[in-house]
C-alpha cells in the first residue's frame, strides 16, 4: 500500500526538477544564441554603444604619441555585410589575420609603420570591456574617413609586442627649478 502523502510530495519534487530544467536550457540556449550572433558580426540592437575615455587615466597620458611598427601587422578592412564597398572601421590585427564575408580587404602594414594616437574607447565585449584606440597612420591605402582601430590594454599601454614608443619633441617639457631649467619627459616612455 502506497502513502497518497509521497506520491503527492514526489509530484511536486518531479514538476519543481522538471520546470528548473527547461528554465536552464532555455537560457543556455539564448545565450548560445547571442554568442553566435556577437560572434557572427551581427550587430545586436540592445548592445550599448562605445564610450570615449580619452580625457581619463591611464589613456589621456597615451593620446598624441607616436608608436612605430615593431613586426608585422595587418589593417582589416571591416564591411557592412552585405554591402562589400562601405567600410565601416580598420583594425590592426597580427598575423593570420581574419577571412571571412566582413572583411573587404586587408592591408599589411611593415614594421618601421609609425601610427599616432587620438582618442581612447570603452567597449562592452560578451566577457567585460575592453579598450581601444582610434588611430591614423599616414602613407597607406586605407581609406579616408574611416576610424582605424588599435587595442589597449587596460593599463593604457599598446602590446609592446608589436609596438614601441617614439619620443617626439612635442614629449618634451621644461621645468624650473632651483638651480635653473631642466628637460624631461612629459609623458614617460613606455
Known amino acids: 500500500m502506497k502513502d497518497s502523502n509521497?506520491?503527492?510530495?514526489q509530484s511536486i519534487t518531479h514538476i519543481t526538477l522538471s520546470f528548473v530544467k527547461?528554465?536552464?536550457?532555455?537560457?543556455?540556449s539564448l545565450f548560445a544564441v547571442t554568442c553566435v550572433i556577437g560572434l557572427g558580426g551581427y550587430q545586436i540592437p540592445f548592445w550599448p554603444e562605445d564610450v570615449e575615455?580619452?580625457?581619463?587615466?591611464?589613456?589621456?597620458?597615451?593620446?598624441?604619441?607616436?608608436?612605430?611598427?615593431?613586426?608585422?601587422l595587418y589593417a582589416h578592412a571591416w564591411n557592412d555585410f552585405p554591402d562589400k564597398e562601405k567600410i565601416l572601421v580598420v583594425t590592426l590585427m597580427q598575423p593570420p589575420g581574419a577571412k571571412n564575408r566582413f572583411v573587404s580587404y586587408r592591408v599589411t602594414l611593415q614594421p618601421g609603420k609609425v601610427v599616432r594616437i587620438?582618442?581612447?574607447?570603452?567597449?562592452?565585449?560578451?566577457?567585460?570591456?575592453s579598450y581601444y584606440y582610434h588611430i591614423s597612420i599616414p602613407d597607406t591605402d586605407l581609406p579616408d574617413g574611416v576610424p582605424i582601430k588599435m587595442n589597449a590594454g587596460a593599463d593604457g599601454s599598446p602590446s609592446m609586442q608589436y609596438y614601441e614608443h617614439i619620443q617626439s619633441n612635442?614629449?618634451?617639457?621644461?621645468v624650473r627649478f632651483a638651480h635653473g631649467i631642466r628637460l624631461t619627459a612629459a609623458h614617460p616612455s613606455t
Not at 527547461?22 to 543556455?28: A, E, G
Not at 575615455?53 to 608585422?72: A, D, H, M, W
Open 6 to 9: 509521497t506520491d503527492g510530495s
Open 170 to 174: 612635442k614629449a618634451f617639457e621644461f
Open 118 to 129: 587620438h582618442s581612447a574607447w570603452r567597449s562592452l565585449s560578451l566577457f567585460g570591456y
Open 22 to 28: 527547461w528554465v536552464v536550457i532555455t537560457v543556455l
Open 53 to 72: 575615455v580619452t580625457n581619463e587615466k591611464p589613456f589621456s597620458k597615451f593620446i598624441g604619441l607616436q608608436y612605430r611598427l615593431t613586426s608585422e
